[in-house]
């Protein structure tokens, strides 16, 4: 948090470069960091690339004991259709802003596109948590980070302290 490249507009991929050396290994290099960290998701700005690539999915995660498994997924050039207009809020985290937590109002239900690491169409609908993790990953594509959504800030705080029970897991956001 603090980095103005966390702050931009991110490019999107130019269809013909998706299957080039540098593409896939940028998306390598996002499931790797991903995984290393226990992420739930990672977009490419967060590693300073300014581009439209999210990655995100798991089947556990200690940082998130209680939510349920999300496919693993590379989504590039994503467009989030809202389809239901009820708000729910719940505790995020985010690897750009380390050991901080807080509440989060997220839409419940939403429908994703985009491409596949192979160019191919995803098409997606999807609620709860999974729709949480696109949204949350997406925001880093138009320069926001969770703080900026927090409305509650009494449900703002270090994981640490809000959650003592994850800390002995892993104490990286």
Same mark, same amino acid.
């Given at each position: 948090?603090?980095?103005?490249?966390?702050?931009?507009?991110?490019?999107?991929?130019?269809?013909?470069?998706?299957?080039?050396?540098?593409?896939?290994?940028?998306?390598?290099?996002?499931?790797?960091?991903?995984?290393?960290?226990?992420?739930?998701?990672?977009?490419?700005?967060?590693?300073?690339?300014?581009?439209?690539?999210?990655?995100?999915?798991?089947?556990?995660?200690?940082?998130?004991?209680?939510?349920?498994?999300?496919?693993?997924?590379?989504?590039?050039?994503? &467009?989030?259709?809202?389809?239901?207009?009820?708000?729910? @809020?719940?505790?995020?985290?985010? *690897? +750009? /802003?380390?050991?901080? !937590?807080?509440?989060?109002?997220?839409?419940?239900?939403?429908?994703?596109?985009?491409?596949?690491?192979?160019?191919?169409?995803?098409?997606?609908?999807?609620?709860?948590?999974?729709?949480?993790?696109?949204?949350?990953?997406?925001?880093?594509?138009?320069?926001?980070?969770?703080?900026?959504? &927090?409305?509650?800030?009494?449900?703002?705080?270090?994981? @640490?302290?809000?959650?003592?029970? *994850? +800390? /002995?897991?892993?104490? !990286?956001?």
């Amino acid at each position: 948090m603090g980095d103005p490249r966390l702050l931009r507009i991110a490019d999107p991929v130019l269809v013909d470069a998706i299957g080039s050396v540098e593409i896939q290994g940028l998306i390598d290099d996002l499931l790797e960091t991903m995984y290393a960290v226990n992420g739930a998701g990672l977009a490419a700005p967060q590693i300073g690339i300014n581009q439209q690539i999210l990655v995100f999915g798991f089947d556990e995660n200690p940082r998130y004991p209680d939510a349920q498994a999300v496919p693993e997924t590379i989504l590039i050039n994503p &467009v989030i259709t809202i389809l239901s207009n009820d708000l729910e @809020d719940d505790w995020e985290g985010c *690897l +750009s /802003v380390p050991g901080l !937590r807080a509440h989060v109002p997220r839409y419940t239900k939403i429908r994703y596109q985009g491409l596949d690491r192979a160019g191919d169409t995803i098409d997606r609908t999807v609620e709860d948590f999974h729709a949480r993790v696109v949204q949350h990953e997406h925001d880093h594509l138009v320069g926001k980070l969770f703080p900026m959504r &927090v409305r509650d800030f009494s449900r703002f705080g270090f994981t @640490d302290i809000l959650f003592p029970e *994850l +800390s /002995v897991h892993d104490t !990286r956001e």
